[in-house]
């Protein structure tokens, strides 16, 4: 069984920067592509960024503007996302997901395990 631990999350005012990490508990993480999802209040869950696996290539939501930065770290079975330039519209829970191949995609039917999700609230 596959699984995923958020950390990282908090509260922190607008104009911080906030990392967060996902470990991940299974023995083919360099094979799985990797992405970072987001739920803000009352609204739907939405493609933050993803990785292929084996971290060669990126893809972020334009939405960002290039404040978040995604990357992996396959030694130790982990994908992290940079945020900075935090904004309270970026308040919401961050969940990481594994795809069950290398390629990454931003849809969420693509990823077959998740992780519980982690918070993240931008005070202004």
């Known amino acids: 069984q596959v699984q995923l631990v958020e950390s990282g999350g908090g509260s922190v005012q607008a104009g911080d920067s906030l990392r967060l990490s996902c470990m991940v508990s299974?023995?083919?993480?360099?094979?799985?592509?990797m992405a970072w999802f987001r739920q803000p209040p009352g609204k739907v869950r939405e493609f933050v960024a993803s990785i292929n696996s084996l971290g060669t290539l990126a893809s972020h939501n334009d939405v960002l503007n290039g404040r978040f930065t995604v990357s992996r770290d396959n030694a130790k079975n982990s994908v992290y996302l940079r945020m900075t330039s935090l904004k309270r519209e970026d308040t919401a829970v961050y969940y990481c997901?594994?795809?069950?191949?290398?390629?990454?995609?931003?849809?969420?039917?693509?990823?077959?395990?998740w992780g519980q999700g982690t918070q993240v609230t931008v005070l202004s």
């Open positions: 299974a023995p083919d993480f360099a094979n799985r592509a």
């Open positions: 997901a594994a795809a069950p191949e290398p390629i990454s995609s931003p849809d969420e039917r693509d990823y077959d395990f």
